[in-house]
């Protein structure tokens, strides 16, 4: 279907733009992998930070020209200089220079709304701190690339105001103007107009750079590209502040297996899934489980019609092959999926899949379990542990349980102390252990790392990263049984465990017990 | 700049394709209680279920007739007859009639492909299936809306082909044709093509049903409008199987506020942040905090510039007046407002009312407890409470708390047990009281009940009936902080009440003790 192969240059400013997201605080080593796996990604351009705005990113700046990159480009971001001042005399300007990159963005104002409330300047001097800011750059040195922030709205309000100021960067030397939707409420449609005019007007080369507001981000990247834009700015995950920047792991494969661009490298765009969580991992954020391509659920099938077609032909319901973008189809696990499910699944973890007596009978564990309340749709890691002690391959036990202990007390003072203790066998060895925790559940984590970590080291690289209580049957008050899902996650995948009982320390101790065996396991199977 | 005033006619499939979603799992009354919801935001269409699919589905119909629904009308939703069957017999059409609604929609197939591989069987006679259902539903009674399934891609496939399956609905007496991008992998541009070709040949109003595994689903369905689509469908938040549905929560404020449609009464909009944080707990999932429009992030400003900005003018970082979809504005530290609501409580409660300084000083009070994890709108027991302590009508202690303790044990045998310990003081006599429990919430609540009954028998009258458990900042694992809340009744109310905390166990004690003190008040009032 795609013919022609055109070439679109990626911008990612996750390390930028992204850093802005709430509860996102990046370290100047958390950077510098970012900025590796991005280089392994093949992405041509990383924004790497404002060098004026702290110490750290200055070291960053300096860390970074230490990595022997392949493919990625680092640049420095930063603004115009200031109202009324000399160019070569604002250290926020010289701090680009500093940075000593290869290429040098600054960003500047298009909208005359934004220079006369915000700036509180005259528009005639803003376009001269955009034209004195490009050549000053462009004359120490790097290259430039010129965020016109606002820029739609801009254009809006007073279009030839907003053409000036891309004049200004463009006859300076600026080698890329990138028109900024920043306030994310713009449509597609109108994004498209407005890049078609200002092509025949302009003739550098144009960029664009979205937030997504309006949750239309992507759209208006892929309105723009179609529109003529060489450079596309984006994040990884869409990380960024309010609702975040254009989703580059939405907009890669768009680009390049929907459109025929050329954007990375085609073998390494297998790598986008493991990319976008190892970015959530090191940004110490949750992976959202129905992301667009990259997501866990983003090929998981759940009725059984669907899951009947599938088996027929996955294009039936798949848009494209997973693998292309290195996720995988999976079937979710719950009784509506029905024997072809089951089958489906024991394909998928290479067990014998042929035996329709023996999916009977796993069928039927599996609906004696959901009517106690597991729900396996839910928990996929603890499906796949109770798939493989039934099929007999059963894996090696970790460890044996013995006995445990929750103790919490309130003193007269008001203060609280969680306590577990746990008897375990490891290796024919018994552990008996205590600990002391945030709570009763997170104690008995503690205790149980600990009787496992001398054993097994790699117990200590995940961690748990969602924790979600569901009271069933409500009806029944303070004695209803209560559903426990954990989350774990390590540097490359995140899954899911169930456990179930009227008691939640019960609950939440089955669902920590499959979660570490579904990590040992993994890593055997590797 | 809106001139033009034009109607999109909204289809919600929430409690349909949204419980789909990997995680949702719906009761009849939560169905109930998201019905009357849409009906109060003002939502024309709400696909109730597939009445064949389980006897619960069919008991939704039977009870959701009853609500007295003021702006929407209940929908059930079906297949196509079986191939090579008569439709009269076919008992999945049949259980479509007995959900007695006014509308219903079915879904056939508009890709050649499909019709081959997924249902075997010719493509002659699929079309015989569509037109033989639509025919015979109407003959029956109600209107019927029908959904092209997987219609763009078959459009590409074969267009004349998904053609001939439109008009063989449209011939038969469907009033709405719905064209679906079921696999969710279509372009915009694509779709706006596609619905314009399809326009020139078609008479029937058309409808538009995206999914998002591409990231655009609610760029396409906008795209369609623009096309002139009449029925746009999707879910609250976004929820459904893979990358979730079309999000209503983006698609409305798009239509009425950015592109001048009518789609639900403009004072309703201001609701649909309420709307999206109600559904989002009914089907128990978290809410996602950078969810445009919505989301509690969505208008939350982070750097100093940004503010700076902000005070000075909101249209400088602000796509749009938040107010509008009923969200707020937010600062990393200081709030306004809402002193106002304070003191209508206060009126409500027969407290003085008439001091603003007072009101001041609650509505921080109110707001710290809210930032530590309080959910008050929830929970309008423990409000009440602390309102009436922070009045100081401070009403009589009924017990004093000196300690309490909860062991939980299981022995090498598997077997469970709980035991809680309290000692409060009641009239001046200390209770020393050990109990058992299901669980350990459960023999918390059995030790106070046997604490306090001796001196106020009224406790034996009320009893817990639901009890729900969310996990706040879930990012810290076992050790997050979590929120509790407990519903409890006696025979003449019910009531809500909330604790946090990180351990569980004191959460739930909070809550229990604000459970009892509510209703022994109660009583003192009456």
Redesign the interface.
């Known amino acids: 279907m795609i013919l022609v192969s055109r070439e679109v240059v990626l911008y990612d400013t996750t390390l930028r733009d992204g850093a802005?997201?709430?509860?996102i605080s990046l370290s100047v080593g958390d950077k510098l992998q970012i900025v590796r796996k991005l280089d392994d990604l093949g992405i041509p351009y990383v924004e790497g930070g404002w060098p004026a705005s702290s110490p750290k990113e200055m070291e960053f700046f300096q860390q970074v020209r230490k990595l022997k990159l392949k493919n990625s480009v680092v640049t420095a971001f930063g603004s115009t200089r200031k109202a009324n001042a000399p160019v070569g005399k604002d250290p926020q300007v010289e701090s680009l220079l500093k940075a000593e990159t290869q290429v040098v963005t600054i960003f500047g104002k298009s909208w005359d709304?934004?220079v006369r409330?915000?700036l509180k300047t005259s528009l005639e001097e803003n376009l001269k701190m955009i034209a004195d800011t490009v050549a000053h750059l462009k004359q120490h040195g790097p290259m430039v690339m010129y965020d016109a922030e606002h820029f739609f709205d801009g254009y809006l309000a007073n279009p030839e105001y907003a053409l000036k100021t891309l004049q200004a960067a463009a006859e300076n030397g600026a080698s890329c103007l990138i028109l900024c939707d920043?306030?994310?409420?713009?449509?597609?449609?109108f994004i498209h107009r407005v890049v078609d005019e200002v092509k025949s007007r302009i003739q550098v080369s144009l960029g664009i750079h979205c937030h997504?507001?309006?949750?239309?981000a992507?759209?208006?990247s892929?309105?723009a590209v179609?529109a003529g834009v060489a450079q596309v700015q984006g994040t990884v995950n869409g990380y960024g502040?309010?609702?975040?920047n254009a989703?580059l792991c939405?907009i890669i494969?768009?680009l390049q297996l929907?459109?025929g661009y050329a954007c990375v490298p085609s073998q390494r765009l297998q790598m986008l899934t493991e990319v976008a969580h190892f970015v959530a991992e090191v940004c110490?954020?949750?992976p959202?489980?129905?992301?667009?391509?990259v997501?866990v659920?983003?090929?998981?099938?759940?009725?059984g019609v669907?899951i009947?077609?599938m088996q027929?032909?996955p294009?039936?319901?798949?848009?494209?092959d997973p693998d292309r973008v290195g996720n995988k189809s999976r079937f979710?696990s719950s009784e509506l999926g029905g024997k072809a499910g089951v089958q489906a699944s024991a394909k998928v973890f290479k067990l014998d899949s042929t035996d329709p007596e023996q999916a009977k009978i796993f069928l039927e564990l599996v609906r004696a379990k959901e009517s106690e309340g597991y729900?396996y749709?839910?928990a996929p890691g603890s499906y796949e542990l109770l798939m493989r002690r039934a099929y007999k391959k059963r894996f090696k036990d970790f460890f044996e349980?013995?006995?445990?202990?929750?103790?919490?007390?309130?003193?007269?003072k008001g203060t609280?102390t969680?306590q577990a203790t746990i008897k375990v066998k490891v290796d024919g060895k018994s552990e008996h252990i205590v600990a002391e925790?945030?709570?009763?559940?997170?104690a008995?984590?503690q205790a149980l790392r600990k009787a496992l970590l001398p054993f097994y080291p790699d117990v200590g690289k995940m961690?748990?990263?969602?924790?979600?209580?569901?009271?069933l049957e409500?009806?029944s008050?303070?004695?209803?049984k209560?559903r426990v899902l954990?989350q774990s996650q390590d540097e490359q995948d995140s899954w899911w465990t169930v456990g179930v009982?009227?008691?939640?320390?019960?609950a939440?101790?089955q669902a920590?017990v499959d979660s570490i065996e579904y990590k040992l396991l993994k890593d055997k199977k590797s």
């Open positions: 802005q997201t709430e509860g709304f934004h409330e915000a920043t306030n994310g409420g713009s449509l597609p449609s997504n507001d309006a949750d239309l992507v759209a208006n892929i309105a179609e502040e309010r609702c975040g989703n939405s494969p768009i929907k459109m110490n954020m949750k959202d489980d129905h992301q667009p391509f997501g659920s983003a090929f998981a099938h759940k009725g669907h009947n077609a027929k032909d294009r039936t319901y798949e848009h494209l979710v729900h749709e839910m349980l013995e006995k445990f202990s929750v103790l919490i007390e309130r003193t007269p609280l969680s925790g945030d709570g009763p559940v997170n008995l984590d961690h748990l990263v969602d924790f979600k209580v569901r009271v409500s009806r008050g303070t004695a209803a209560v954990i009982s009227q008691n939640i320390i019960e939440s101790w920590l």
